[in-house]
């Protein structure tokens, strides 16, 4: 599903002393099929654009298209296009409710009136889609669960309703590095084997630059970098104007160079890494 | 014998725990565990989700009660009940979630909180509260209430109302795993240089860089002790480290693959700055 937004702007509380302006006149275009990472500081108003591009929120002015339909369009029924771009907030474990695992996942499909039958395949399938075992989980409580579990059921859940567009908010914080590997893993699955649009909201840049292929960078409400992953990497100073810095790798590459080194500074891999400062150290000249 | 004629040590002997629990088979979130945390030690706990570093946090400070075995805080047994506010004065404790923490309207209310409580002096107080909020560098917020403030600002009011309490021990759960990276950083920074001034700290965390910085480490597996010692001991382990999942942090897996190809690096460059110094220096002496 191909995503449009045009100078989309957000204001919470208009005409209050409060009032804030969280998005300015930001427009946005993601292809079908793209892994896009969003980022940005604190309030740069990363989960605010997420939630007008699945409806939750109506744009103050702006609109969002999908697959050339108007979200924002006030004369049409917008559910059924919302429903297809499936929003994982942050911390979706604390929404989990029911008894059992598949009770859970099962609430979403079946508010769509499909059939029993289809609602239980629909439940297997998604618990498969995030790689946890249905005989094993079908029947838990919810809350027996580990936290990157829960979280993993979480996502199971938006997954069950078919979204064509996956958006996932800082789905890796508060875990332990296991199940933060585990999440990673499926999402990149996901988005490998089914193909699925996704956008990931992190502050990780290790991990922004492990996973996607474009970056979009936020800085107050308006977009600041937006590019090949490799390309906004690059740069640290008009990095650092967004105010984001560079991942681990780039940041130590990015150091030798300012002290002479002859290196490129957009190298992720760490093996990439090692392999070019040896030679550089080894026959370089400084 | 007085409590002060103690040396200043925290000593865990033999101490196992086990939460209460309905069903017959009794689970061991902590079985026997022997450690000493001396007076100026900065101990660091891994270990993945489930493997008792929080209940181990909370014994330290008497909030848990060890089923089996001791705990004692400069000499003081936490079984004695007489003795728990003393103990409490002297471990504080800081957990995840700074929201949770907070419960004054202004800064400066929420950090005098503790110190009401015991009855301090009115002069004394403020004398405490200043203190404490300069150490933490919060000073300038003193009036603004809590609720605005970022989360790396909220995480340092939670750590100067502990400060402002003279604690010897500070106990630290998570304190950054819901952080932006600057509020991180600024935790981070905080909590080092009390270490610096002589508080003894006791650090829970999943970032392998945070436990690189510590002056220990223990790596907890399902409740038992599967490791004790210093940082650059814990990077020879890989064997140990593939099992608790703990990676190790980027700059240091560098630092490996370049000693690999030959270039002479010291076997433990904790942070990416000193990795990059230590190139520049050995660039230039070939």
């Not at chain 1, 937004?5 to 993601?30: C, F, M, N, Q």
């Not at chain 1, 740069?44 to 997420?50: E, H, I, R």
């Not at chain 2, 001034?197 to 790596?219: D, K, Y």
């Not at chain 2, 980027?250 to 110094?277: C, S």
């Amino acid at each position: 599903m191909r995503i449009e937004a045009e100078h989309l702007t957000y204001i919470y509380g208009p005409g209050l002393p409060w009032e804030k302006r969280a998005l300015d006149d930001v427009s946005l275009r993601i292809e079908e099929g793209e892994f896009v990472g969003l980022v940005g500081e604190t309030g740069s108003g990363k989960s605010t654009l997420v939630q007008l591009l699945n409806g939750i929120l109506r744009p103050t002015s702006g609109r969002v298209l999908l697959d050339g339909v108007d979200l924002t369009d006030r004369r049409k029924p917008i559910w059924k296009a919302r429903l297809q771009v499936g929003l994982v907030f942050q911390f979706p474990e604390s929404q989990l409710f029911a008894e059992t695992v598949a009770e859970d996942i099962a609430f979403g499909p079946r508010n769509l009136g499909l059939s029993q039958q289809e609602v239980s395949k629909r439940v297997e399938e998604s618990l498969l889609k995030v790689g946890l075992e249905p005989a094993l989980f079908r029947q838990r409580s919810p809350f027996t669960l580990s936290g990157g579990e829960k979280r993993l059921v979480a996502i199971a859940g938006i997954l069950a309703m078919w979204p064509r567009v996956l958006i996932v908010d800082e789905v890796t914080a508060g875990l332990d590095p296991r199940g933060k590997r585990d999440i990673l893993t499926r999402i990149k699955l996901l988005h490998r084997n089914e193909r699925a649009t996704v956008i990931m909201i992190s502050h990780d840049m290790d991990e922004i630059v492990s996973l996607v292929e474009r970056v979009v960078v936020l800085k107050s409400g308006r977009i600041c970098r937006q590019g090949q992953t490799t390309e906004v990497f690059s740069d640290e100073e008009s990095l650092a104007g967004c105010g984001i810095r560079l991942p681990t790798i780039p940041q130590i590459l990015s150091s030798l160079v300012k002290a002479g080194w002859r290196l490129p500074v957009s190298i992720f891999d760490v093996r990439e890494a090692a392999r070019l400062i040896a030679q550089e150290y080894h026959h370089g000249t400084v | 014998m007085t409590y002060e004629d103690v040396t200043p040590k925290i000593v865990l002997q033999g101490v196992s725990y086990c939460y209460p629990d309905s069903t017959a088979s009794p689970v061991y979130a902590l079985s026997s565990l022997t450690l000493e945390v001396k007076a100026g030690d900065f101990l660091c706990i891994l270990g993945p989700n489930g493997s008792g570093k929080s209940t181990l946090g909370r014994l330290f400070n008497a909030l848990l009660i060890p089923t089996e075995g001791s705990v004692q805080v400069d000499g003081m047994d936490t079984r004695n009940t007489a003795l728990l506010w003393t103990i409490r004065t002297r471990v504080g404790m800081i957990f995840q979630n700074p929201d949770n923490q907070i419960v004054g309207t202004i800064v400066e209310e929420d950090i005098a909180f503790g110190l009401e409580n015991l009855g301090i002096p009115p002069n004394e107080i403020r004398a405490r509260v200043d203190w404490a909020m300069e150490k933490v560098g919060i000073s300038t917020y003193a009036k603004h209430p809590p609720n605005l403030l970022s989360g790396g600002q909220k995480q340092r009011v939670a750590i100067a109302g502990v400060l402002a309490m003279k604690p010897s021990y500070i106990v630290l759960d998570e304190p950054t795993s819901l952080l932006d990276p600057q509020g991180r950083e600024e935790v981070l920074r905080t909590i080092q240089e009390l270490h610096s001034e002589g508080i003894t700290l006791i650090l829970i965390t999943h970032r392998m860089e945070e436990a690189m910085l510590a002056c220990r480490l223990l790596v907890l597996e399902k409740g038992k002790l599967a490791f004790l010692g210093i940082p650059a001991q814990l990077v020879e382990e890989d064997e140990l480290r593939r099992h608790a999942h703990l990676d190790l942090p980027l700059a240091i897996r560098l630092a490996q693959l370049l000693r690999e190809k030959g270039i002479p690096l010291p076997p433990f460059l904790p942070r990416p700055e000193e990795l990059v110094r230590t190139l520049c220096a050995l660039k230039r002496s070939t």
